[in-house]
């Protein structure tokens, strides 16, 4: 048994220095330095009777140890890391602490059992089994009286026995390069000569398929993805998954707890006839997850329909064993080819082995459905006519609030100084089709309280009409009222299939809206109508299409202005003040206030901050900055690049070894927007463990770090950055 306990200290180093200023060196890397873990020791006793037991202490982060023996010896002895020291015990039983020291002098402590004794172990028990996750690997555990520690010899030839050893009662793993029945044996030790042995013919399994399904893909819209086989989406209907080609592949319906996986042994090459001709031209990647115990790589063939073998195209995939495998593949891989994929027929992989297939589909960014969609973000980015005001003002203005609920530099201002039907409108180039969920329209809000008369309730609402009865358009009306609040920024959506609509019922009928076809007209009117009273109001982001993917946490948003959700932002070896004014103020960026980013020459500067919940990038994955980096501040030779890290923060000072990056190549002396999309740029893992998850997969990451003009340097750079934003 192991009890395990973390103490912090004070430790003052002293470094020895040359007179030489230049040879001082940075030496703040020690404050990020985390305190020791799995803290340990292996004993390994003679036997001969004399009670000589050598103690092995382990941890990591440690650089030296303190072992109290837990006899009558009162004073520890120091071992330094990878070194070991010897005892001599009485017959008894001990409890061993180990105290694991840090370069800091942070302490972390463990105790181990130990028993000596100078009688035969008895009453040897063993269990062996095999790993339920790992192939091939086995793990052993042992216990017995009278016994110290326990040797694993794994029946394998060719190898030097024993493989391992472990303390009684803990628990030891051991892999093995080839599954089948071993005879193995365990040997119970103490500190007397005997032995005990314990043997059994083991039989070593191998997994073969998997144990876990792969992760989950991400919600979409139907016209964002075409299916072939996958149980979050519509598949492609009549697909046949083992079209008969004459290949030696076999073909099984595997069902892992409900999901259902394709899977393909002896593969040589194996096709799937889709149930129709699919137009994957609009997509942009091409997803599929492939797990395999045996095979190397796959070549992926998408064919078109008619396609002769000269003229397929391929892309291959190196596999890694015994994990789910997971591609999006832009489909530029197949086109850049000469490959045609409007009307692509067939799929044909080819390999070794044995593979598992799912989540097979091709999918872009999330978008609405077919024209009309419309938008209007006010910067010149929309593709509506121009807003109209009636009895009411239309001007696009300089954003007044602008903050973290809205960073844009411009909005439309509503302005009602009174007029008795007051709105703003427009229509539409062609007549809306609200059915299949494309009945969503949504606009951000901001309405002052001071601008407001009378005791009109607070509300916005959008009507639709049409607009061939000209100025009687508003006979056809129907129409979504919503409550707004004051002094802030607000999305507001309105859905003509969900929400309660009022149609104004003027020639006696009353059509749901979504059965229409003669709508074509938008009319946005605040605070209801048919009266004098003055308000003004700031509309934003206006959206018509399929219905938009709530918000969820954890929320990022920064515009330096005192409304950010971020709670603080820290430098390292950088300066970070949020409180700057903007000294490059213009039509790019009028917010007054940004952050100043300052590089000195710190070897790994940085700003970052951490956010009380992990991120979902599967649900959110894009991060954006502003930024404004002055030629004038730079020295050096870097690429001018700002990168986005993401860490988790559970590490401390090392939570740089779990890090996933993106590197953007930026401009000088200018304000510009840039984007890190953690599904579909190119991320890059620091890969410390050996390991390289999609950072899409992750559950672990909330620390940001920007970096500008890279790392692991002495150069100088001046950055001011506004607008940071995560969605």
Avoid at 456 to 484: A, M, R
Avoid at 599 to 606: S, V
Avoid at 670 to 687: A, E, G, H, K
Wanted: with cysteine; glycine share 6%; net charge negative.
């Amino acid at each position: 048994m192991k009890k395990i306990k973390i103490i912090f200290k004070t430790l003052f180093v002293l470094f020895v220095v040359a007179a030489c200023t230049d040879n001082l060196r940075d030496i703040s890397f020690i404050d990020a330095i985390a305190p020791p873990t799995n803290v340990s020791a292996t004993f390994d006793i003679t036997q001969d009777n004399t009670g000589l037991v050598t103690i092995s202490p382990t941890a990591d982060g440690a650089t030296s140890f303190k072992v109290y023996f837990g006899d009558n010896t009162t004073d520890p002895v120091e071992v330094v890391q990878g070194k070991n020291i010897q005892h001599t015990y009485a017959e008894g039983s001990y409890d061993v602490k180990i105290v694991a020291l840090n370069l800091k002098g942070e302490e972390a402590e463990a105790i181990e059992q130990l028993v000596v004794s100078f009688k035969a172990p008895q009453n040897l028990t063993v269990v062996l089994e095999n790993d339920a996750a790992i192939t091939k690997q086995v793990s052993v555990t042992a216990n017995a009286d009278f016994a110290t520690i326990f040797e694993f010899d794994s029946g394998e030839t060719g190898v030097a026995q024993p493989v391992a050893t472990g303390n009684i009662g803990e628990t030891i793993t051991y892999q093995y390069q080839t599954a089948g029945t071993y005879s193995v044996k365990i040997t119970a030790k103490g500190g007397a000569i005997a032995t005990t042995e314990y043997t059994e013919e083991f039989e070593v399994t191998e997994i073969l398929a998997p144990i876990a399904s792969a992760s989950n893909p991400p919600s979409r819209n139907d016209v964002d993805v075409i299916s072939i086989f996958s149980d979050a989406y519509t598949d492609v209907a009549g697909s046949n998954f083992y079209p008969n080609w004459g290949q030696q592949t076999q073909y099984t319906a595997y069902d892992l707890n409900g999901d259902a996986i394709i899977q393909y042994s002896n593969l040589n090459y194996q096709g799937i006839d889709i149930g129709a001709e699919i137009d994957a031209s609009s997509m942009e990647m091409l997803h599929i997850d492939i797990w395999t115990a045996d095979a190397t790589s796959i070549d992926i063939y998408p064919l078109p329909n008619g396609v002769q073998p000269a003229d397929e195209r391929f892309v291959t995939k190196q596999l890694v064993v015994n994990e789910w495998n997971s591609f999006d593949i832009p489909m530029t891989d197949f086109t850049d080819q000469g490959l045609p994929i409007n009307t692509l027929k067939q799929f044909k992989f080819v390999g070794s082995g044995t593979v598992f297939i799912d989540n097979l589909y091709f999918h872009k960014p999330p978008t609405g459905a077919s024209p009309p969609l419309l938008s209007d973000d006010f910067e010149g980015n929309g593709n509506i006519p121009d807003f109209s005001g009636d009895a009411a003002g239309a001007a696009i203005i300089n954003n007044p609030f602008n903050n973290a609920g809205n960073f844009s530099g411009n909005v439309l201002e509503y302005k009602d100084t009174g007029g008795q039907y007051a709105n703003i409108q427009f229509t539409s180039p062609s007549k809306f089709d609200l059915k299949n969920g494309q009945s969503v329209f949504s606009i951000k809000l901001y309405v002052p309280s001071s601008s407001i008369t009378g005791s009109q309730p607070n509300q916005v609402s959008l009507k639709l009409q049409n607009s061939d009865l000209g100025g009687n358009s508003w006979q056809t009306q129907t129409e979504i009222i919503k409550t707004i609040v004051l002094d802030e920024w607000q999305t507001v959506t309105f859905n003509f299939e969900t929400d309660n609509w009022i149609n104004l019922n003027n020639n006696g009928v009353d059509p749901d809206p979504v059965d229409r076809t003669d709508l074509d007209k938008v009319v946005i009117q605040l605070n209801s109508e048919n009266n004098n009273d003055a308000v003004t109001g700031y509309i934003d982001d206006f959206y018509y299409g399929l219905a938009q993917v709530p918000e969820t946490a954890p929320i990022v948003k920064d515009g330096f202005e005192g409304f950010g959700t971020i709670p603080a932002w820290v430098g390292d070896a950088a300066g970070a003040d949020t409180s700057f004014a903007n000294p490059f103020m213009n039509s790019e960026n009028n917010s007054s206030t940004v952050l100043e980013y300052t590089d000195t020459g710190g070897q790994y500067a940085n700003v970052n901050f951490t956010v009380s919940e992990k991120f979902n990038l599967a649900d959110k994955n894009v991060f954006s900055i502003m930024i404004y980096v002055p030629s004038s501040s730079i020295s050096g030779s870097q690429n001018n690049q700002v990168s986005l890290k993401l860490q988790n923060s559970d590490l401390g000072g090392n939570s740089w070894q779990t890090q996933t990056e993106i590197i953007k190549d930026i401009v000088l002396d200018q304000w510009q927007l840039v984007t890190f999309d953690f599904v579909n740029d190119n991320w890059i893992n620091l890969n410390n463990n050996g390991v390289d998850p999609d950072p899409i997969d992750r559950a672990d990451l909330d620390k940001v770090v920007i970096q500008v003009n890279g790392e692991n340097n002495n150069d100088t750079v001046t950055a001011y950055i506004d607008n940071v934003n995560y969605y």
